[in-house]
């Protein structure tokens, strides 16, 4: 017999569930997103709008808007997925070679092995080799490296280390706004207390120490900040930070004792003139070892971005510094519980980290479309700056790097006050009626944390230059429209 | 300045890091693994052992110990990583449109673009069909299926929406003992309470009410039990449930209104006579509308296990039925933050549920593969079961299913006294002894959880058979030194 309980009831219940979950927010598949995805499916049905497809900028996707796979990494994965290929004529000899290293360190010569949890041992070294030659020399121990499931999946390991304690002792998490809604997320679910700090708009979204003191001194009431993230290209700002910014974090973080995450994913997508991307890593060691010694960092990178675009494969890294050799035994065993990485990430991290040389068959074609997506992302950067600075109440920071703009927009008090009444955060109103009346997907900017009375939204610069010039256009116009109807 | 303070301590201490994860054990990659994988270097250096190979039998990973990839699979997902293959002739038609109906699927037809959070919708569609074929007929909504990083993602990410509460209220969650360790490594990190109940190992590992029905009202004295996980086939017990037994377990959770999760990533792996594989769901279906509309279930399938194998790839699914809409909304959102599971394992799992059929270019091959692996681990089931019976002090139940055998193993009390007197468990420190002495790698019984008093080990079937026989010859030689050195 059952329960009359059980009829009733179900166990899984809204107010029965883990309430942590419940107080997760993810903006960039959030309800906008949610909603783009209804309208494409009624554009299909052949329902009636005012325009006839949809064009998300939402998210920094760059296969989905069209970007070209990189054909040597292609063609690795190609060959390490099915090995009889190896003996066709067909692929060039350094790819070949490439999979057949690859191959050799994985249990049975196949993609299909779990690999060790920390990652396949060539490829650590190879990510080693990578991060000496990006950094001018700086030694990196392969022990050092964790192969992660994209990026997200290490910054979640990490956090998940260093959250601890309950009320005033609760670890406090340091978090630029705007910030990538991963790292509230993130914290949300593990329940740890979010430290917010500003970047400044008005300096180009660059961090100011003195605002970090004072979100430190503010938090420093109620929790136990440890931890201090930055993200550098940033999204959804899209700065690139200056050497100097970065040698005022690291001599803030060894005073103030807090361990430093830097979440580098966008390291090769700097566009803007006089900009430069400087490592955390390779700063910390220019500071000499009264920092490289203590200062305690880790640094995220991954597959998804760059001029790879290779999100689906959730490929990443991530290297520690100055890490307990005991909290190192304990990250280990916390990341074998999940096995390990999938093995074609795995893969294809090696051959971000061990790309085509000069004088290999595949390197004039590997430089040619890396160039040409690197050159092409930052001409859309600076299109997207452009464009929207023409439009009377819209301000846009230059695209400096990352694949986003995050411009302010001016709202009327007529808008703000309607949005209100509907329980909508403003800009969440503005974009939700661009999507209804343009088709185009923006993310509003609450959903990345902003100043208080200021709004903006996040566009990626992902789409092809002409639906982008295209979304550009439809941007203004509604913008203008959108600020008439409520003055 | 450095205050004095970072010079001497780091941040991230193990007196300073979650406690939860320190609490976390996972013996399948646990110091045996470690020391295996440090003697192979040994030998590799030249070090004089008495054996010049370790051969491992600790953990499910089929590819590594020599069984051969799926060539269909292998060949969609080499078209899917480089489409220009599609352009040769030299893969077969049904290959050929696999792949592009995937990549249909996908972003910009790229592996490489991040899919919906919840899979691409039409993989959920063809588990949703397959699913309805294994169950003859019971419905399936695709908008129930999640896909997954393998079945630890969505295990791990099932508990996480389940546990919450404090003291006596916190979430307990069954688990049968033996385990697979993934289950108390999550339930440690999310801080819930893990609640044994054991199986019969006089009866073949079998699920007995009474003993489920001890479990829970002890329990019930000092948390809040709410879920009930089952893993059939069994590990590390190899056991495949009988029918009744399941519908005895549906009829239990029903009246304690407990949320069920069934670990069927074993589904296809059934050798012994008289057994057959069930799934909740359908036997959930049968016993009528009075549980089908109630009972909270969840599901996990995998592509690393079953005639498959391919752990690398991390695919997985999990149908949730009769679950809360939303509770459901909630999931989405927890899966939304790391954005997707990889597309490549995703591709995969398609594969699985929507193989070659009768008619298509690929079905004879596939069908001889497919049953030549599984008729070879039927062969390997019952030659592992037999000559460990022959062994004077080893007891072995039938390996009905999965992948292992979890033989009862006697020690003298000396080996016992001595062992403690080290601080390690009985059977660790005989498993330890063992690898040392003839390089065979297994994992003690203590790693998954046994009764007091009684002592065991973990070893897989998959090993080549010569390798395998060699193993238990080994085994057997040792078994017999040692109770004589320790008598
Ligand atoms: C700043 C930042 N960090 C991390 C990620 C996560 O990327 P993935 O998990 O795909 O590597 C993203 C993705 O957009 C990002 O923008
Ligand atoms: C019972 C059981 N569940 C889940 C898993 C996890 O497998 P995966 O995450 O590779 O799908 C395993 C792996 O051995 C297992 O034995």
Same mark, same amino acid.
């Given at each position: 017999m059952l329960s009359s309980k059980s009829l009733r009831n179900k166990v899984l219940t809204i107010d029965t569930m883990?309430?942590?979950?419940?107080?997760?927010?993810?903006?960039?598949?959030?309800?906008?997103?949610?909603?783009?995805?209804?309208?494409?499916?009624?554009?299909?049905?052949?329902?009636?709008?005012?325009?006839?497809?949809?064009?998300?900028?939402? =998210?920094?996707?760059?296969? /989905?808007?069209?970007?070209?796979?990189?054909?040597?990494?292609?063609?690795?994965?190609?060959?390490?997925?099915?090995?009889?290929?190896?003996?066709?004529?067909?692929?060039?000899?350094?790819?070949?070679?490439?999979?057949?290293?690859?191959?050799? /360190?994985?249990?049975?010569?196949?993609?299909?092995?779990?690999?060790?949890?920390?990652?396949?041992?060539?490829?650590?070294?190879?990510?080693?080799?990578? =991060?000496?030659?990006?950094?001018?020399?700086?030694?990196?121990?392969?022990?050092?490296?964790?192969?992660?499931?994209?990026?997200?999946?290490?910054?979640?390991?990490?956090?998940?280390?260093?959250?601890?304690?309950?009320? /005033?002792?609760?670890?406090?998490?340091?978090?630029?706004?705007?910030?990538?809604?991963?790292?509230?997320?993130?914290?949300?679910?593990?329940?740890?207390?979010?430290?917010?700090?500003?970047?400044?708009?008005?300096?180009?979204?660059?961090?100011?120490?003195?605002?970090?003191?004072? &979100?430190?001194?503010?938090?420093?009431?109620?929790?136990?900040?440890?931890?201090?993230?930055?993200?550098?290209?940033?999204?959804?700002?899209?700065?690139?930070?200056?050497?100097?910014?970065?040698?005022?974090? =690291?001599?803030?973080?060894?005073?103030?004792?807090?361990?430093?995450?830097?979440?580098?994913?966008?390291?090769?997508?700097?566009?803007?003139?006089?900009?430069?991307?400087?490592?955390?890593?390779?700063?910390?060691?220019?500071?000499?070892?009264?920092?490289?010694?203590?200062?305690?960092?880790?640094?995220?990178?991954?597959?998804?971005?760059?001029?790879?675009?290779?999100?689906?494969?959730?490929?990443?890294?991530?290297?520690?510094?100055?890490?307990?050799?005991?909290?190192?035994?304990?990250?280990?065993?916390?990341?074998?519980?999940?096995?390990?990485?999938?093995?074609?990430?795995?893969?294809?991290?090696?051959?971000?980290?061990?790309?085509?040389?000069?004088?290999?068959?595949?390197?004039?074609?590997?430089?040619?479309?890396?160039?040409?997506?690197?050159?092409?992302?930052?001409?859309?950067?600076?299109?997207?700056?452009?464009?929207?600075?023409?439009?009377?109440?819209?301000?846009?920071?230059?695209?400096?790097?990352?694949?986003?703009?995050?411009?302010?927009?001016?709202?009327?008090?007529?808008?703000?006050?309607?949005?209100?009444?509907?329980?909508?955060?403003?800009?969440?109103?503005?974009?939700?009626?661009?999507?209804?009346?343009?088709?185009?997907?923006?993310?509003?900017?609450?959903?990345?944390?902003?100043?208080?009375?200021?709004?903006?939204?996040?566009?990626?610069?992902?789409?092809?230059?002409?639906?982008?010039?295209?979304?550009? /256009?439809?941007?203004?116009?509604?913008?203008?429209?959108?600020?008439?109807?409520? &003055?």
């Open positions: 883990n309430p942590n979950v419940k107080n997760v927010e993810y903006a960039v598949r959030g309800p906008i997103v949610q909603r783009a995805v209804q309208i494409e499916k009624e554009l299909r049905e052949g329902m009636k709008k005012p325009f006839t497809e949809v064009i998300k900028a939402n =998210i920094g996707d760059a296969h /989905a808007m069209g970007q070209q796979p990189i054909t040597f990494f292609r063609q690795v994965l190609a060959l390490c997925s099915y090995p009889e290929l190896l003996k066709d004529n067909m692929f060039p000899e350094d790819a070949k070679s490439r999979a057949r290293r690859i191959l050799q /360190a994985c249990g049975g010569s196949s993609l299909g092995a779990y690999s060790a949890s920390q990652g396949i041992d060539c490829v650590r070294q190879d990510v080693a080799r990578y =991060i000496e030659r990006r950094d001018g020399g700086v030694p990196c121990d392969p022990d050092n490296v964790y192969l992660t499931s994209g990026a997200s999946d290490g910054i979640v390991t990490m956090l998940k280390l260093l959250v601890c304690g309950e009320g /005033a002792s609760k670890t406090g998490v340091m978090i630029s706004i705007p910030q990538y809604p991963l790292y509230s997320a993130a914290l949300a679910e593990l329940g740890a207390v979010q430290v917010n700090y500003y970047l400044n708009e008005e300096k180009c979204w660059s961090m100011d120490l003195s605002e970090l003191e004072r &979100s430190l001194a503010e938090a420093r009431k109620h929790c136990n900040p440890k931890v201090l993230c930055i993200i550098n290209p940033g999204n959804p700002t899209g700065q690139v930070q200056s050497r100097q910014c970065i040698e005022d974090v =690291i001599r803030f973080a060894a005073k103030e004792h807090l361990f430093l995450m830097a979440d580098e994913v966008y390291q090769d997508n700097v566009y803007a003139e006089g900009c430069q991307f400087h490592s955390f890593k390779k700063v910390l060691f220019e500071l000499g070892p009264q920092y490289s010694n203590t200062v305690e960092l880790v640094s995220f990178h991954s597959t998804s971005k760059c001029y790879m675009g290779e999100c689906g494969f959730r490929g990443g890294y991530m290297e520690v510094i100055n890490m307990d050799p005991e909290v190192k035994a304990q990250l280990i065993k916390l990341v074998s519980v999940r096995l390990c990485p999938a093995v074609p990430g795995q893969a294809l991290m090696d051959m971000v980290v061990n790309s085509p040389q000069p004088g290999e068959p595949s390197y004039t074609t590997f430089m040619k479309e890396r160039t040409a997506t690197l050159s092409l992302l930052a001409e859309k950067a600076k299109l997207t700056e452009e464009m929207l600075n023409t439009v009377p109440g819209i301000t846009c920071n230059p695209v400096q790097g990352a694949m986003y703009s995050f411009p302010n927009i001016s709202l009327p008090q007529k808008a703000i006050k309607e949005a209100k009444a509907l329980g909508q955060a403003p800009d969440m109103f503005y974009c939700m009626k661009m999507l209804e009346e343009t088709g185009i997907c923006l993310v509003p900017g609450s959903g990345f944390g902003q100043k208080d009375g200021t709004y903006h939204f996040r566009m990626t610069i992902l789409p092809p230059t002409d639906k982008l010039k295209l979304l550009l /256009a439809k941007v203004k116009e509604f913008h203008q429209k959108f600020t008439r109807q409520y &003055s």
